[in-house]
């Protein structure tokens, strides 16, 4: 701030006054604290992150090739089958990418059934969607038996124990869609479960701080107590450059 | 039903919360809810006596509240003023919907009043005007600008009112098992009618009672769920960081002794999306994140409701301080919302669930994680007091721009002013019917549509208030120059967000969308509109010398 009385012109940048100039740096100075603080540490985490990918887009990738050619042993199998329940449990992925991967699901469990119990199962799990579509009740006996069922069922067939959190989650991505592995998913599959399992990491997120990763907390709490810092700081200063103003005034 | 059937029911419904919500614990959504109604009936009927008591008694009042609040007040008016239903509904939608892609907005609506603060709350008290039309129509010395200024002040208000009706009726239905469409319409006309009886004096105190609601009733539930699921309780805003860490790690069935209110277990598979940057399972990328923290902060210091909070201060130190107060404030339910999205996401994983409406997240969260009824009918009726708050600070801030700025100073200089007010009140009236009809469209999630109000500011409002106090150089053509740049760029990317939506593809459709993003074009808009107008400044006639003795002498004093 300029305050040249003679031609009463203002400039941020070319102040003439002691006061203007002290304001000018403390702003200047804040200024920069916020936009390093803020948009720096952003930078920075954008600068040191990886790409690094989940387990299972490890598993899956090391077992698509033969599944696809249906040349995978029943261990590989198992493990695509399982591979694909961790997006599948994501509430992110979009009705595109999850058709994708519940025709995968269904068509590889529809696989890994016997040949004289695909009919079966095909039955079954058309008799569960009628079942869902009428539901009135989540606590429906009807219902619960066929999600044991499936449970039960599915979980020998893929190798899932009861303690595992994929054991609850068997029946929810079954769908009738699965005698054929479909053109879209043979072509969609690799890169949808890439878009889901493949996340940016970095020390700074890999640090855990008060229970928080640290860059979650560095945004979520520190930021913030920065910002009422800052803005404290500012008035703290201001009032007391005032008061010695209006002192040497008087 | 009889009355003493009624009776009977309220009685029972009091003592026997199961019976409060319809429809037994599995449904999150419908039937009427007695005891959330009441409680919301009672903070409405408590807003609106407040508003009586405390109301309007001439101009100045409805304006600025009489220019009597004290700093804390005026900090807690501040953030009961900003924290409406994007922040108290919307914060955890976003970060449920989107990780830690919403924090770019909790760091967007705070870091703004650093800004607001160093380069402008004094200097605008200062400067004595009552809107931001009126500084705008003073310091470039043009009626012109003040009319567009004073329509922009309205389209913002307008924009910014819509995700708040959103938020109102999404809380409306909730509570009452309406259909949206008429919860709007209810919620709608019960804010504005309490705006018509109490005006600006009434406003302020009621913001600071509803800042205590907001705050007790968004607190309350959030030390229940940490304690409930045996986080550290105490502190609860520290307490979710392992919530948010075993939302990435996961949490093992033999772990997990905890339900929700459908029964599922609190075991988690590991779901690192969530917090980790820009990840690509969420859609959103580091420009997105950078472009929306800038845009919100810019436009939080150009905000016509914000600014305006800084004429009802009696000196520019209060104004200042009062700053301080209002982010703190505001803070506190800023380092909560991501809370709740959190356990939301843990309590809602089960795919059984289905897909929950994100911007009532923060409800579900506490019915999900099985907290008293009452208790969640008083969170719901807390968000609709944020948005109320935020509301009727919106359609005064808009009315005065009708009213004052442009009726008065631009149509008819001669009102007396009870024509003024009249005027005011009918300006009240057509902005809640505009504002309704654009929220029965629902456009957007709350926040996304109280973002692009922050856009619109950040490219309009915020160079010429900027530029205004900080450089005798900037004159009325640069004014016009910044303006017709700021507001070009925000009507192609209006332009390409409703044509989106409408399912019409326009000219690079994709290129235009992602990087005049609706909610984020004041990146690219804001800049652009401060460099035309410095450029421009300087190409033309200086600035008349009593206004530049004005800025020194009044405002930089």
Redesign the interface.
């Known amino acids: 701030m300029d305050t040249n009385k003679d031609d009463y012109r203002i400039s941020f940048f070319n102040p003439t006054t002691k006061s203007a100039q002290r304001n000018r740096n403390l702003t200047i100075w804040l200024v920069c604290v916020w936009a390093v603080a803020v948009f720096g540490f952003q930078i920075l985490l954008r600068v040191i992150e990886k790409p690094i990918p989940e387990k299972a887009l490890v598993v899956f990738d090391s077992v698509w090739a033969k599944v696809q050619n249906q040349q995978a042993n029943t261990e590989e199998h198992q493990n695509f089958i399982k591979s694909l329940m961790v997006p599948l449990a994501k509430q992110y992925v979009t009705d595109a990418d999850r058709k994708v991967l519940e025709n995968a699901y269904n068509w590889s469990i529809y696989m890994a059934y016997p040949d004289s119990l695909k009919e079966t199962f095909q039955g079954q799990v058309k008799e569960f969607m009628d079942i869902k579509a009428n539901l009135s009740s989540l606590d429906a006996p009807e219902y619960l038996n066929a999600k044991q069922l499936f449970r039960t069922d599915i979980s020998k067939i893929a190798d899932i124990g009861e303690e595992s959190i994929l054991f609850e989650l068997i029946p929810y991505f079954l769908s009738t869609d699965m005698t054929n592995l479909s053109q879209e998913t043979n072509d969609k599959l690799v890169s949808v479960m890439k878009t889901y399992l493949i996340h940016n990491r970095s020390v700074l997120t890999d640090t855990s701080f008060l229970g928080f990763p640290f860059h979650y907390f560095y945004s979520a709490i520190f930021l913030l107590v920065l910002f009422v810092g800052l803005c404290w700081i500012y008035c703290f200063k201001t009032d007391r450059w005032e008061k010695k103003a209006k002192a040497d005034i008087a | 039903m009889t009355t003493k059937m009624k009776k009977i029911y309220l009685l029972s419904a009091l003592f026997l919360p199961h019976l409060l919500f319809a429809g037994g614990g599995?449904d999150l959504e419908e039937g009427f809810k007695v005891g959330p109604a009441i409680i919301l009936i009672t903070i409405l009927i408590l807003f609106v006596m407040v508003g009586i008591v405390f109301r309007a008694k001439d101009t100045t009042d409805f304006y600025a509240a009489g220019r009597g609040i004290s700093r804390v007040g005026s900090g807690m008016a501040i953030a009961s003023n900003w924290m409406s239903a994007a922040s108290f509904l919307g914060m955890a939608a976003l970060m449920y919907?989107?990780?830690?892609h919403g924090?770019a907005y909790?760091?967007g609506w705070?870091?703004g009043?650093?800004?607001l603060?160093?380069?402008m709350a004094?200097q605008i008290r200062k400067y004595g005007k009552y809107t931001a039309a009126d500084f705008i129509g003073d310091r470039y010395y043009s009626q012109g600008l003040r009319a567009v200024g004073a329509i922009v002040a309205i389209l913002i208000s307008i924009s910014y009112c819509v995700g708040q009706f959103g938020g109102i009726g999404l809380m409306f239905k909730w509570i009452m098992g309406l259909d949206y469409n008429l919860a709007v319409i209810i919620g709608g006309s019960v804010v504005l009618i309490y705006t018509l009886i109490s005006g600006m004096l009434g406003v302020t105190k009621n913001m600071q009672i509803q800042y205590v609601i907001i705050i007790v009733s968004f607190l309350i539930p959030l030390f229940i769920l940490t304690f409930k699921f045996d986080?550290?309780w105490l502190l609860p805003?520290?307490?979710y960081?392992?919530t948010?860490?075993d939302i990435?790690e996961?949490v093992?069935?033999?772990e997990s002794t905890f339900a929700n209110s459908?029964g599922h277990?609190f075991?988690?598979?590991?779901?690192?999306?969530y917090?980790?940057?820009?990840?690509?399972?969420?859609?959103q990328t580091?420009f997105q994140?950078?472009a929306i923290?800038?845009s919100l902060?810019v436009g939080t210091a150009g905000l016509p409701h914000v600014i305006q909070r800084f004429y009802v201060v009696p000196k520019s130190?209060d104004a200042?301080?009062s700053?301080?107060w209002g982010?703190?404030f505001i803070?506190i339910l800023?380092?909560s919302a991501?809370a709740y999205a959190a356990f939301g996401?843990i309590l809602?994983?089960?795919?059984?669930i289905g897909k929950l409406s994100k911007d009532a997240i923060v409800v579900y969260t506490a019915q999900l994680g099985n907290i008293h009824p009452l208790i969640v009918g008083f969170l719901a009726a807390g968000g609709v007091s944020a948005a109320f708050s935020t509301v009727s600070g919106l359609l005064v801030a808009g009315a005065s721009a009708f009213s004052h700025d442009l009726y008065v100073k631009v149509i008819n200089p001669q009102a007396t002013p009870k024509r003024q007010l009249a005027m005011a009140r009918w300006g009240t009236v057509l902005m809640a019917i505009i504002v309704s009809a654009i929220a029965l469209l629902e456009l957007a999630l709350i926040a996304q549509l109280v973002a692009v109000a922050f856009s619109l500011a950040a490219c309009t409002i915020f160079p010429m208030f900027l530029l205004g106090i900080?450089?005798?150089?900037s004159n009325k053509q640069g004014a016009i120059a910044g303006l017709i740049t700021g507001g070009f760029v925000s009507v192609v990317a209006l332009t390409y967000f409703i044509a989106g939506k409408y399912g019409t593809t326009l000219p690079f459709h994709d290129f235009m969308s992602y990087y005049l993003g609706a909610w984020y074009f004041a990146w690219i808009g804001a800049p652009l509109a401060i460099i035309v107008n410095m450029v421009v400044s300087r190409m033309t006639k200086e600035t008349p010398?009593e206004i530049?003795?004005f800025?020194?002498e009044q405002v930089?004093s």
């Open positions: 599995v919907g989107a990780g830690y924090l909790v760091v705070t870091g009043y650093v800004l603060l160093i380069l004094g986080y550290f805003q520290i307490g960081g392992s948010v860490t990435v996961g093992k069935v033999a459908f277990s075991a988690y598979l590991p779901t690192p999306e917090a980790m940057p820009w990840d690509t399972g969420t859609g580091f994140w950078m923290a800038f902060m130190s200042r301080w700053v301080v982010l703190f803070s800023y380092w991501p996401k809602s994983s089960n795919p059984e900080w450089s005798s150089r010398i530049r003795k800025l020194i930089h």
